[in-house]
């Protein structure tokens, strides 16, 4: 699978961004085989969980630090996972990144994702 992420830019604090990643699969296959996932990466810090959304969509996780703020959502029809992010802060600055797992359940574990996008920057001023 190949994932292609989109929607970042800059915002003003206390707005809101929808970010998209689209996959490309395999003649046969959706992106409903693959478990989702949005991570972020700041400047000089780790690439950290955000948010992971189940094959179905019916299930998701999400980091503490976005909880109530973001929300995961996947259109498989379209092969297209979505991160809605609202109420942003200076902190979210960072490139997010969507990922694919070929497991079974949501995870934050960034080492079980099998695939990852190329990234889209988010930046969020004060």
């Known amino acids: 699978v190949q994932l292609q992420a989109s929607g970042g830019g800059l915002v003003q604090a206390g707005g809101s961004l929808r970010l998209s990643c689209a996959a490309s699969?395999?003649?046969?296959?959706?992106?409903?085989?693959?478990?989702m996932g949005w991570f972020r990466q700041a400047p000089g810090k780790e690439r950290e969980f955000v948010a992971s959304?189940?094959?179905?969509?019916?299930?998701?996780v999400y980091a503490d630090s976005v909880k109530g703020r973001f929300t995961v959502s996947r259109e498989n029809t379209k092969n297209t996972m979505y991160l809605q992010m609202n109420s942003l802060k200076p902190e979210d600055t960072a490139v997010y990144y969507c990922?694919?797992?070929?497991?079974?359940?949501?995870?934050?574990?960034?080492?079980?994702?099998?695939?990852w996008g190329q990234g889209t920057l988010v930046t969020v001023s004060s």
């Open positions: 990922a694919a797992d070929r497991n079974n359940w949501p995870t934050r574990n960034k080492y079980e994702y099998d695939a």
């Open positions: 699969v395999a003649s046969g296959r959706t992106s409903s085989s693959y478990v």
């Open positions: 959304i189940s094959r179905s969509g019916c299930g998701s």
